[in-house]
């Protein structure tokens, strides 16, 4: 099984690069880190387009892309015993000693964890959103975590917003979820040379353009923030949905030279996005730790967001700019960080982020829960489904 101490860990979720997102960082940077520490890791997801089979990343870090096609949102039909084969195949080949599943609307990442769990092995689950009660996607997706969630192991919230959150809508006690924050990559994301001048001055919003992330908002905050304030540009990155709504409305107001619309940005290139920028402006109706904010702090950017879900546990009260989600609130947010501009200083507010945020750290802290679920004993058979009732 390998050297003692040491685990052999399969990740499994819907999300994975070539895709780009917080859970794709998150999950690739976690196995970076847990792979240096001596660990061996394989991730397992859906087939992306022709990315299909086995494949090698950084550190040897070994992906199986699994021959299922998305439905819905990069997510695999449900099909409950469908992905047994696979996962089993996985598991025994790779001597997996335990399985690490991400995000609560992942069906494969549901599945496995069923299925590891029926075979014996610990498991580990990462909730990294929020999700209401009232609407039946909600009600419908709670109902599939209470089952799911009824066996893990240990669980992982990346914020202490997010862990009452999955409390309530998983039944899961609240001693065995653990909450452990995203981080960022410091050394990738470092501030410009060289200041920028504030003669104009330049908000960065970088998100899926969908209605979780504010689309909807932008539409409404981004002419009245050029109206009150001529020198202002605004540089926005993403695709979605909502993304005809915001092109509309820059042809509406005549901000063709004001707003630049750039489409998906692929992660390797975001931070020279951010640099571009004084202020990062972030949008969401829901978040549960936005990893989008710590890249642009390192970057050296005053922040703006939205006073949402773990948003307001991120950063230090001086680095962001908080507001409730509605245009009015948003615009005078934005005001009031155009005013603070000249205090900032990127250099010093990236040398903060190297101290409060760092992967090594995350993956120390997943450890420690890794150690917890492997001496946890597991329960007869009975007991098992007595839990699922």
Same mark, same amino acid.
């Given at each position: ?26 999950? +690739? ?32 870090? *070994?992906? +199986? +892309?699994?021959?299922? *096609? ?72 709670? &109902? ?18 997010? &862990? ?77 949905? &909502? ?110 982020? *190297?101290?409060? +945020? ?16 492997? &001496? ?14």
């Amino acid at each position: 099984m390998g050297e003692p101490g040491k685990h052999r860990i399969l990740m499994v979720s819907d999300f994975f690069y070539p895709n780009f997102g917080g859970v794709e960082n998150h999950i +690739y940077y976690l196995s970076q880190c847990l792979i240096k520490e001596g660990h061996k890791v394989v991730v397992m997801t859906h087939a992306y387009q022709n990315r299909s089979g086995v494949r090698y990343m950084t550190n040897g870090l *070994k992906v +199986y +892309y699994v021959p299922w *096609k998305p439905f819905l949102m990069q997510n695999t039909l449900p099909t409950f015993f469908g992905t047994l084969p696979i996962t089993r195949t996985i598991l025994i080949r790779e001597k997996i000693s335990l399985v690490h599943g991400h995000q609560a609307f992942s069906t494969l990442c549901h599945e496995a964890l069923m299925h590891a769990r029926t075979m014996g092995y610990k498991v580990v689950f990462t909730d990294h959103s929020l999700y209401g009660f009232a609407d039946v996607g909600s009600i419908h997706m709670n &109902k599939v975590l209470q089952f799911t969630l009824a066996d893990v192991t240990q669980a992982i919230c990346v914020s202490h917003t997010s &862990k009452e959150n999955t409390v309530l809508r998983s039944g899961l006690p609240p001693e065995k979820v653990y909450v452990i924050p995203n981080a960022v990559d410091t050394a990738m994301f470092k501030p410009a040379p060289e200041r920028l001048n504030r003669d104009e001055i330049v908000i960065v919003v970088l998100s899926r353009l969908v209605y979780r992330k504010g689309a909807d908002l932008l539409v409404e905050v981004i002419p009245e923030v050029c109206r009150l304030h001529p020198n202002v540009r605004f540089i926005v990155g993403g695709d979605g949905p &909502k993304r005809v709504r915001l092109e509309e409305m820059r042809e509406k107001h005549s901000l063709q030279d004001r707003v630049d619309m750039l489409g998906a940005v692929p992660h390797a290139k975001v931070r020279s996005v951010l640099i571009t920028g004084h202020i990062f402006l972030n949008s969401s109706l829901t978040e549960a730790f936005c990893i989008a904010i710590l890249e642009a702090a390192s970057c050296g950017l005053l922040t703006v967001s939205t006073r949402v879900g773990g948003v307001p546990e991120v950063l230090p009260d001086d680095m962001v700019v908080l507001a409730a989600p509605d245009p009015t609130t948003m615009v005078h947010a934005i005001t009031r960080a155009i005013h603070m501009l000249p205090q900032i200083d990127p250099q010093d507010m990236h040398n903060r982020m *190297k101290k409060l +945020y760092s992967w090594p750290d995350v993956a120390r802290r997943t450890e420690i829960v890794y150690n917890r679920a492997l &001496k946890c004993s597991n329960p007869p058979l009975l007991d098992r489904l007595s839990s699922f009732c």
